[in-house]
């Protein structure tokens, strides 16, 4: 069964940083893509960043420049480096790592928590 595990959340002033750190367990098999989602409270989730097996990342608009996605293929962990963190960025963060073979699909962690003080 795969499980997806965020970590690394927490409270931090603007202008400060924070490094999130998602672990993929269950499977010897690597992600196709993995990625990390933001929801702060009343909005839709929606996209950070993400990680294609072939290292193609992509930004939203919002962090660029600020945040950094990195991956470790032989553990199946993600992480976030987030920089010059802003109020808008609270909310929370969910790793998602989806396969295209074996257990395929799309697996989500709980969520960790990111508040970001003015």
């Known amino acids: 069964q795969v499980q997806v595990v965020e970590s690394g959340g927490g409270l931090v002033q603007a202008g400060g940083s924070l490094r999130l750190s998602c672990s993929v367990s269950?499977?010897?098999?690597?992600?196709?893509?993995m990625a990390w989602y933001r929801q702060a409270p009343g909005k839709q989730r929606e996209l950070v960043a993400s990680v294609t097996n072939g290292d193609e990342t992509n930004y939203a608009d919002f962090v660029k420049g600020r945040f950094t996605i990195s991956r470790l293929y032989a553990k199946n962990t993600l992480n976030l480096q987030m920089n010059s963190l802003k109020p808008e960025d609270t909310g929370a963060y969910f790793c998602s790592a989806r396969f295209i073979v074996g257990a395929r699909g799309t697996y989500w962690g709980q969520g960790t928590q990111v508040t970001v003080s003015s």
């Open positions: 269950g499977t010897l098999i690597g992600a196709k893509t």
